[in-house]
């Protein structure tokens, strides 16, 4: 069955680095989206992205965020000047193609970013 | 907005015993809601989807879940409880398939000999 991978599975960054999260969504997959989890809390969601451009943004997504989608396969979260409150478990999610669009997300198995 | 209401923190129940996880949403419309796992140090697996249609849903790993408008709930529920199912359980819920996901807390299930 088709998934969600994400790399790294952890990343280790100094306050103020800048750092970057890496996808591979389901190849036919349209709608892409991150998510983060921080320790013992539930998850949350950060940005929604759709026909190359960000279709929803909560609260957290503030202007320290951005999404690109480099190529045809790849989706990636920057993180420009890291904070510590920014250590969490990134969580990538994918959903709908050209047959179906409504179909649930399908998540990747997350980046842990710890903070230091 | 929408929002999540899981009641139980944890769960602790016996190999084989029966299972009911709790989930009150808020929404004005008719939602779309989805139960997702969490194993230790893995990502989200979804376990079954409500979007229409007959109110009792089928899931994975012998998991069901059944909506209840008047209720506002979508509680998840397996008849027999394995030692692999113990995990951290989310529901979630959302306007559309494609929109963004709205979690509760989680309940975490241990499961005992």
């Known amino acids: 069955e088709p998934e969600v991978t994400q790399t790294p599975s952890h990343q280790v960054t100094q306050m103020g680095q800048e750092v970057i999260l890496r996808c591979v969504p389901i190849?036919?997959?349209?709608?892409f989206y991150w998510y983060r989890q921080i320790l013992g809390q539930k998850v949350e969601f950060l940005v929604s992205?759709?026909?190359?451009?960000?279709?929803?943004k909560s609260e957290i997504f503030d202007d320290q965020f951005s999404v690109e989608r480099p190529d045809g396969s790849n989706f990636t979260l920057k993180i420009r000047s890291t904070k510590l409150e920014d250590s969490a478990m990134y969580f990538c999610?994918?959903?709908?193609?050209?047959?179906?669009?409504?179909?649930?997300?399908?998540f990747g198995d997350g980046t842990r970013l710890s903070i230091l | 907005a929408q929002s999540v209401t899981q009641p139980d923190i944890h769960i602790t129940v016996s190999e084989g015993a029966s299972l009911e996880l709790r989930c009150n949403y808020s929404?004005?419309?008719?939602?779309?809601l989805f139960w997702y796992v969490q194993s230790p140090g893995q990502g989200l697996q979804l376990l079954l989807k409500y979007f229409s249609g007959d109110t009792l849903v089928q899931g994975i790993k012998g998991f069901e879940a059944e909506f209840k408008r008047s209720q506002s709930s979508f509680n998840l529920r397996k008849p027999s409880v394995h030692w692999s199912d113990a995990a951290e359980y989310f529901c979630?819920?959302?306007?559309?398939?494609?929109?963004?996901?709205?979690f509760g807390k989680g309940t975490r299930l241990s499961v005992i000999a």
């Open positions: 190849s036919n997959h349209l709608y």
């Open positions: 979630a819920v959302g306007v559309s398939g494609n929109t963004p996901l709205v």
């Open positions: 999610a994918s959903s709908g193609d050209r047959d179906e669009a409504n179909q649930p997300q399908h």
């Open positions: 992205f759709y026909n190359n451009e960000i279709s929803e």
């Open positions: 929404y004005g419309a008719t939602p779309y």
